[in-house]
């Protein structure tokens, strides 16, 4: 088999990986919070992030290191929160969150150049792209909370999760 991965980035997508399913976990985890909190829509929201978003991200890093002939390794994920002081403070945590994660790709991005892995470039410009739009969701969906006046029956009551 022809291996298109350099060692440098195998490691560092299987890296990618972990923090793809710990977001998973994060909005998992703020989505059983608001649950709890009788949060309806919040907690529909997160799970159906996690679920087609952050876990589809992970698979595709799976994927691609497979298809260049490298060695998929799981790391470990550590234990998750579920308990969070308010709704803005959630929304807070995951545009945050979203931040470090196009952090992390930018810095797969730069290592895709310095190697001339231009596979692997590709394949990053896409997530690339993917994280402005994952920043713009939780960003908006700040301000909707904001903006309704931090009516929490409102907006939980308007949250939908753009499929």
């Known amino acids: 088999m022809v291996n298109f991965i350099s060692p440098e980035m195998n490691d560092l997508m299987n890296k990618q990986i972990v923090e793809e399913l ?6 998992l985890g703020m989505a059983a919070w608001a649950d709890r909190e009788g949060l309806k829509g919040l907690a ?5 992030h996690a679920e087609q978003e952050e876990y589809v991200h992970a ?7 497979l298809e ?12 998750i929160s579920t308990d969070w002081q308010d709704v803005e403070t959630v929304l ?3 545009i945050s969150h979203e931040e470090h994660i196009t952090s992390k790709i930018k810095d797969l991005m730069d290592l895709a ?3 001339k892995e231009y596979y692997a470039y590709e394949l ?10 994952e920043e713009n969701l939780f960003t908006d969906l700040y301000d909707a909370y904001r903006l309704s006046g931090k009516n929490l029956l409102m907006w939980d009551r308007n949250i939908t999760h753009p499929d």
């Not at 529909?44 to 159906?48: A, G, P, S, V």
């Open 92 to 94: 807070k945590e995951a």
């Open 22 to 27: 710990r977001s998973a976990y994060i909005y």
């Open 124 to 133: 990053l410009d896409w997530f690339n792209e993917e994280q402005m739009e």
């Open 113 to 115: 150049k310095e190697k």
């Open 68 to 79: 260049a002939g490298g060695k998929v390794e799981y790391g470990t994920i550590e234990k």
């Open 44 to 48: 529909n929201f997160m799970r159906t």
């Open 59 to 65: 698979m595709k890093f799976v994927d691609y290191i």
